[in-house]
């Protein structure tokens, strides 16, 4: 008779065995996929799931979870696979319909369409930089509200293109430097890529790499089927608590395939129905498709409940600490929840008509403002804090073994902070990153997987056009505006003034998804109504700022700092009576976000652009795009300038006086 424990290893290789016959079967099912990493990291999948990770399947989002990153997403079927087996909600029929239209079960993990998928993780890498942001979030609401209510690690496993991917380097430098512990990540060092080996174009000594962003490094060689020796290394890295753990695993892809391990083919393309027989039959397992023994769907929904008991002494101990320190968990579920505590819009600022106020001093000033009563507010810039309006004045920074500021300094690392900022909003915080309106062509993936994925993540680009002056072109964002708004879920506001700064930042706390704000760096005019009418009008979109006098001639329709330009250009225009002597009617129209005002009925777009009515815009950015509103539009659709900011702006026809030559003319052209 075999001893329990051999008993016990036996059944543990026939679950193990499970996972990998589902990984093969809805690949081949779709003939599309990757299996060969789900097979080979079976093992690695079901330690994590059975003897490592705290979980509770049938509450996902139990906020002191253990988070689980495959940044890795190609291999979605391992991920998929044991979502279905621990009881997480998926379905057999989910599995089956791997890779089809409207599955919840899509090439690549997407938050939001099946319970337990923590992130997005399609581009290579993403997933590395979000899982330190995780962890970040952990480490922060952790330091602030105490262990009672977090305390849990993050786990991912990522690959050779995750570690080749820029945004990595990013991310782990960062969490090397802040020594976030409970951060563990699995590389999965199978030296295969879609090309071939990859030593064709990858040789970096990864130990000593990681080592010297002052990672914890555990080298565990050929251990991928040895779910013990796999264990111990997950152990020893999270005891360690000072310093993020890299966990090194030789593993060989598409095993046990007698044709293809350890090849391309296995990293990328299904097995073929003959190979898929052939490999069940060395594992054991018969050749029905999607076989799941009942034994083994209730091993693994065991171990998808373990974590219940847990769950539910958090829910005691934060049930206790609402009667007990009333105002700690009310600004810790404000955190969780993403929003202001009650009655936080009485602390948004307003400033008078007149005042010149850059746009990004007010953000800064706002931000100030609002720590209090926001409380997953946590702000920053890359290495342009100051200059970026998301300086803190005051506020404690996040520093090495110091986590519980609001304050934190990125670096110059532009897309490993978009892409942790999306872990860290959601981990639970309310993130703000500020760097150059120019430099989010190196954030774009990270703000397309915000935008994909509804986090709520706040991008603070300021520097917003030409007005920035000496820096010149390299410096001059022209086509971004056009460019981010074409990207579907990217809520952009570009604000006139301060007014409208502090209503950009009551619609991104109210609201789901991702914001961008882009802001000033030069001082602008606070323009009068504003302090009135941004309230009801911002959140629309557009709203009218100026009113004709009389009947209706012609709309002047401005963003950002050129709304101040069409204010002074309106002035010129019915100063200069025309039409028989009659002042023309003119109405200025601010329009800080084309996305809100898209959402609006069409009564309330008509109102505010009456059809049949001759308009005019006004924006310091490429053309392309506005024929949808305007008739007509001031705008650059070339490279700027090196020179001081009003030179540029004048240069290339900023001015109430070009704006209200450009307005005769449409005029002119509308009545020919």
Partial sequence: MPSAATANQEFEQRAINVIRGLAMDAVQKANSGHPGTPMALAPLAHVLWTRIMKYDASDPGWPDRDRFVLSAGHASMLLYAMLYLTGYGLTLDDLRDFRQLHSRTPGHPERGHAPGVELTTGPLGQGFGNGVGLALAEANLRARFGPDLTDHHVFAICSDGDL?????????????????????????????????????????DVPKRFAGYGWHVVSLGEVANDCDALEAGLREAMAEAERPSLVILRSHIGWPSPKYTDTAHAHGSPLGADEVAAVKEILGLPADEFWVPDDVLSYYGTAGARGAAEREAWRERHRKLTESETELVTAYDACIEQRGVPGWEAKLRSWPAGEQVATRAACADLLDALLDVVPGLIAGGADLTGNTGTELKGAPVIATHEFGGRQIHWGVREHGMGSMMNGM????????????????????????????????????????????????????????????????GLRLIRPADANEVAHAWRVHIDSEGPTAIVLTRQKIPVLAGTAERAPDGLPRGAYTLVDEDGPLDLVLIGTGSEVAVCVGARELLVGNPSDGGRALGVRVVSMPSWDL????????????????????????????????????????????????????????????????????????????
């Fill in 425 to 488: 909003a959601a981990g639970g915080t309310l993130p703000a990153g500020g760097t150059f309106f120019v430099f989010s062509d190196y954030m774009r993936p990270a703000v397309r997987l915000a935008a994909l994925s509804r986090y709520k993540t706040a991008f603070v680009w300021s520097h917003d056009s030409v007005g920035l002056g000496e820096d010149g072109p390299t410096h001059q964002p022209i086509e971004h505006l056009a460019s981010l708004r074409a990207m579907p």
């Fill in 597 to 672: 005002f898209a959402g609006q009925g069409r009564q309330y777009r008509d109102a505010v652009l009456p059809p049949g009515v001759p308009r005019l815009a006004v924006e310091a950015g490429a053309s392309l795009g506005w024929s949808r509103y305007a008739d007509d539009v001031v705008a650059i659709d070339r490279f700027g300038l090196s020179a001081p900011g009003e030179q540029v702006l004048a240069e290339l026809g900023f001015t109430p006086d070009n704006v209200a030559g450009r307005a005769r003319e449409l005029l002119a052209r509308a009545s020919a």
């Fill in 164 to 204: 080749e991917e820029g945004v990595s380097h990013e991310s782990a430098s960062l969490a090397g430097h802040l020594g976030l512990g409970r951060l563990v990540y699995v590389y999965d060092d199978n030296h295969i890529s879609i090309d071939g080996p990859t030593e064709l174009a990858y040789s970096d």
